[in-house]
Each structure stands twice: as C-alpha cells, then as structure tokens.
C-alpha cells in the first residue's frame, strides 16, 4: 500500500492489430487530484504504447516524487526492473547479442525514472482493476480519435 504522499500513476497501452494504430493512457492520482493524460499513433505495437505511457506518466511528475506506478505490462515491469541492467552493461544487446527493441523508449524510460523514487507494480489487465480500466479505456479513446 501507499502514502498518502506517494503518487500513484496507472499506464496502459492499447493496439488495434501489432503492429497498427496504437494508443497510451495515464491516469495520475495525487494528493492535489486525478490528472488523466493519452495520446496514439498512426503505427506502433503494443509493447511501444505500453512504454509510452509508463514514460508519460512518469516525466508528468516533478523531479524527486515518490511514485508507484501500476502497469498490466510484464514486459514494462521486468524491462525496467531487471531486464535493462544486463542491457546496458552489454551495450543495449539481449542475452542472444542482439539490439534491444524498443531501446529508444527504454531509455526515455530509464531517464524518467532515474529522477523518481519508483517502485513498480503488475496488476492484471481486463480484470476489472478500476484504474487499471481506466488506463486502458483513455488509450482506445486515443485510438478512435486518431481514427475517426
């Protein structure tokens, strides 16, 4: 659980077919209220909109919060909390040599976190986690805007 203090942040990422149109959510809960955040784009994959958002969410936040960030996104969850140390220490390459994918938004990522106390949190998506909806209804918002 978290303090009042601690600033929570909620991401998703949405794709209509992978690759294709794909959209990010966000929804900030702070001591001073809600903020809800979301934006697409016209080609894109899932694993790309669910870091997007993560990124989003957490440059919303000034410099030396405590936040937690809740994420349905293994991916997200491992890359950052695991996963990205043997990356760099191998000069952005997997554990079969090759380049990282998505390695530009791992490291907006990474930026963004260095300037936060983050602590990660999975939830399951599609279960019916109100902000976890929530996340995910704000990026196929985005999505049908862009579309329509």
Not at 60 to 69: K, L, R, T
Not at 71 to 79: A, E, F, L, R
Not at 90 to 104: E, I, L, M
Not at 113 to 137: C, F, I, Y
Request: include cysteine; hydrophobic fraction near 40%; charged fraction near 20%.
């Amino acid at each position: 659980m978290t303090d009042s203090k601690t600033i929570q942040i909620f991401t998703d990422g949405a794709c209509r077919g992978n690759p294709g149109p794909g959209g990010w959510g966000v929804l900030i809960l702070a001591e001073s209220g809600a903020q809800e955040f979301y934006g697409a784009e016209e080609q894109t994959t899932n694993n790309r909109m669910e870091l997007t958002a993560a990124i989003q969410g957490l440059t919303a936040v000034a410099s030396g919060a405590s936040v937690a960030i809740y994420t349905d996104s293994q991916y997200v969850k491992n890359g950052l909390e695991s996963w990205i140390k043997a990356w760099k220490a191998n000069g952005w390459r997997t554990s079969a040599k090759k380049p990282v994918k998505n390695q530009d938004l791992w490291r907006a990522l990474d930026s963004a976190a260095q300037r936060l106390v983050v602590s990660w949190h999975w939830v399951k998506g599609h279960s019916g986690h109100p902000q976890n909806e929530r996340a995910d209804a704000l990026a196929n918002r985005a999505i049908d805007e862009m579309i329509s």
